[in-house]
């Protein structure tokens, strides 16, 4: 029996805690973000290792989100959702008494993981908390909104804590709010049965180390370091990406099952849910920057500088599932990409004497409306007529492409910015969303099914991510 046939008033706290869990997670992936410049200042960071800031919680919440849901099947949802969490407030402690550039990155990856461990976990608490009908939709609703303001208001919180106390509070601002869900969480959130089976470990060190060579030898690239080592780091993350995929190949309960990720449909989709973060996360790391580097504005600023952005990645994001409904996914998702290259191709044009308004406000507003209209589509066209078995599956899959493309677009285009300034990185992120567009225009097809997914479906098994989010 469901929480809400008995006591409405837990069931309301018990969402109220779940909720608060993904937002912390989605915050973290863009508050700090307003923080970088103080942040590089404070610790000493050099340009390149800059992006680490961000890549550090990416990498490690993409490489182990799989990890993360499997964890939650066969130990229980609400435990991996409390052991998450405790990681990710001890680690926000932590980073925010941080003295160097080296213990900052440890605490941000320990965030990672700690975000890998809890998300995974926050909508079968919902299905396990609410009945089927319309309780369920109503909690559905709140999550999606809070999960899809979390990104704007991380921009936002992230700008004000830094002017009015200090970066340190983009970290410390997590640990009252963490401990209050975990002392609520064991009271009012119920635990849905178990899975059972086995947590493939190796599967997830495989992925996650391969990734972590990758993106390495980006940032040695950047510096301009031996090309040795940088060679030896990209032939390193192939192999153990490629031991990646052998290995899931031959797991009764893969992490991956390898037959979702290259099938003829999906395969493509899940290339250009990897693409189109790439670009999103490197201008929103380029923007920060910008603004208050370039333009002098202070923290509280630049951050209210990104609204016109993400409240259309918002906006959009509440029209889009409507639009679909009606002329299909294939549409708006081609809409949304000329859009989302246009606007990247005119901010790499931005010149800090023409100001805020005359070099910002239009590509930002052009930009937020491209990305809201990206993820829907891409959403339905992988998960639709998924087998019930590879749901879970699936859209973990969804997020892992997501924080695996923002920690590699990330380090790529900063890249590319150290060797040849801004603007030429810039202008490669829009190269890539050209190539998302290519991809989506040749190889993504109309998905035919007998039943278009209802809109609980949709909520269930596409979660609505980070920055679209």
Not at 189 to 213: C, H, I, M, Q, Y
Request: include cysteine; charged fraction near 10%; aromatic fraction near 8%.
């Amino acid at each position: 029996m469901s929480l809400t046939s008995r006591a409405p008033a837990r069931a309301t706290i018990a969402l109220a805690v779940i909720v608060t869990c993904q937002l912390m997670v989605v915050l973290d992936a863009t508050v700090v973000n307003i923080a970088l410049v103080p942040i590089k200042r404070s610790l000493h960071f050099s340009t390149a290792d800059l992006s680490w800031v961000i890549d550090a919680y990416s990498l490690a919440f993409g490489g182990l989100l799989l990890l993360g849901g499997r964890a939650g099947d066969v130990f229980g949802r609400r435990r991996m959702l409390m052991v998450g969490l405790f990681v990710f407030t001890l680690a926000s402690l932590l980073g925010g008494f941080a003295t160097s550039a080296g213990w900052l990155l440890a605490t941000r990856a320990l965030q990672g993981v700690g975000a890998a461990l809890a998300s995974p976990s926050t909508l079968s608490l919902i299905s396990a908390t609410f009945e089927e009908g319309a309780a369920r939709n109503k909690a559905l609703g709140v999550f999606t909104a809070v999960s899809a303001g979390g990104g704007s208001l991380g921009l936002v919180l992230g700008g004000a804590l830094t002017s009015w106390f200090s970066w340190r509070w983009v970290l410390f601002i997590n640990v009252p709010i963490g401990i209050a869900v975990l002392l609520l969480a064991p009271r009012y959130v119920t635990e849905p049965p178990r899975n059972g089976g086995k947590v493939d470990v190796a599967g997830a060190v495989l992925v996650t180390s391969g990734l972590a060579g990758v993106i390495y030898a980006f940032i040695r690239l950047a510096e301009r370091a031996s090309s040795g080592v940088t060679i030896g780091s990209f032939v390193a993350g192939a192999l153990l990406l490629s031991s990646f995929l052998v290995v899931e190949r031959r797991r009764a309960q893969p992490l991956m099952p390898t037959r979702i990720l290259f099938d003829r449909v999906r395969g493509p989709a899940y290339l250009d849910f990897l693409l189109v973060p790439a670009v999103m996360y490197g201008v929103f790391f380029f923007i920060s920057q910008y603004l208050e580097a370039n333009l002098h504005f202070s923290a509280i600023r630049a951050g209210l500088g990104f609204l016109p952005l993400t409240g259309l990645i918002f906006a959009s994001s509440r029209v889009t599932p409507k639009l679909v409904g009606r002329i299909g996914a294939r549409p708006i998702l081609l809409f949304g990409l000329v859009l989302l290259a246009g606007a990247t191709l005119w901010i790499s044009q931005a010149n800090p004497s023409e100001g805020y308004f005359a070099s910002l406000f239009g590509p930002m507003l052009l930009f937020g409306l491209g990305a809201g209209s990206c993820f829907l589509p891409l959403s339905v066209t992988i998960l639709a007529g998924v087998p019930r078995n590879d749901s879970g599956a699936a859209s973990g899959m969804l997020q892992t492409m997501q924080q695996t493309g923002a920690a590699l677009g990330v380090a790529a285009l900063s890249s590319i910015a150290i060797s040849h300034g801004r603007s030429d990185a810039l202008l490669a992120g829009a190269g890539i969303v050209l190539v998302a567009l290519a991809v989506a225009g040749i190889a993504i097809r109309p998905v035919r099914r007998a039943q278009a997914p209802t809109a609980e479906e949709l909520a269930e098994e596409a979660p609505v991510l980070a920055l679209s989010e």
